[in-house]
């Protein structure tokens, strides 16, 4: 199976009330344990990539050659879309020539005239290109490559005149956070979240900053039509911790055994990635749904 679009996983999970998740990645090892453990999961996945991550990776065309030939050297048979993250004008035109099938336009920034017709313009490009897009109104707080958002929060009309132009999927700001929430977080509105899907006429929303959401707070918001779950400082979080209870331990100053080789130094992360990733998919629902 080739990469698809994430407009179909989407759809399906949002009919079925459970939310697909999206996982930053970073580097070949990233992407390989993400797609062994979605393929073990039988779940559907999208990976997503920063423009600053796809910068250190050397560029758009590296990110998308890199995982087309690891989907297809490991056989994958369960649906995975590679997604531009927080994609700029430009970054989302390079993209869908570099050949990710689904990008993400982050207009949030911009007066929402000006947002709303860079999104018009990037929807029809997608769409003529077979890609997925999905669109932001309101902040995420927090900063991510460089941008920095205070977490100004969506208004449901916006939202609305922004799903009209017919955007696969919607990141609306509610209140959460890139990175790791402070301890004095007020958490998700979830009134506001069932107030813009009612105004979206059911557009399939998107939760960005899922790492340290309690899980049953993110199954509230997909209860409430969120159906992506965007995740990345959890996978980091326990490749670190992984990583470091590795060298610690000594283990990569085993001489005789060649702990010192990339090979096992990094095993054990890889393997803290595929037990989040499998937990995740079972936390949100779609741990068996491309079976």
């Known amino acids: 199976m080739a990469l698809v679009s994430a407009t ?37 996945v999208i990976l997503e990539v920063s423009e600053g991550a796809a910068k250190y990776m050397c560029g758009y065309k590296t990110v998308a050659n890199m995982v087309k ?103 609306a700001g509610i209140g959460n956070i890139h990175g790791i929430y402070p301890a004095d977080w007020k958490g998700l509105d979830l009134d506001l979240l069932h107030e813009i899907q009612v105004a979206t006429n059911g557009k399939p929303l998107v939760l960005h900053g899922g790492t340290g959401i309690p899980y049953d707070m993110v199954n509230e918001a997909i209860k409430r039509g969120v159906s992506k779950v965007n995740v990345n400082t959890d996978l980091q979080l326990a490749f670190q911790a992984a990583t470091r209870e590795y060298i610690l331990s000594g283990k990569d100053e085993d001489k005789a055994k060649k702990g010192f080789d990339p090979r096992k130094l990094l095993k054990p992360g890889c393997e803290a990635i595929k037990a989040k990733v499998t937990e995740m998919t079972k936390a949100f629902g779609s741990y068996g749904k491309a079976e």
């Open 69 to 171: 030939n690891i989907h297809d050297a490991l056989k994958i048979t369960v649906p995975v879309a590679l997604h531009l993250d927080h994609g700029t004008y430009d970054g989302a035109k390079a993209c869908i020539e570099a050949g990710f099938t689904s990008v993400m336009f982050d207009g949030s920034h911009y007066p929402f005239e000006e947002n709303l017709a860079k999104s018009k313009e990037l929807i029809a490009l997608a769409h003529a290109h077979g890609c997925s897009i999905e669109c932001e109104v309101g902040g995420i707080g927090g900063s991510e490559d460089g941008v920095t958002s205070s977490g100004e929060k969506a208004n449901p009309q916006e939202c609305a005149t922004i799903a009209a132009l017919g955007v696969d999927f919607l990141a």
């Open 8 to 44: 179909e996983m989407i759809n399906k999970a949002h009919a079925g009330h459970y939310a697909i998740c999206a996982f930053n990645i970073n580097n070949l090892e990233w992407t390989k344990s993400i797609l062994e453990a979605c393929e073990a999961a039988k779940s559907p």
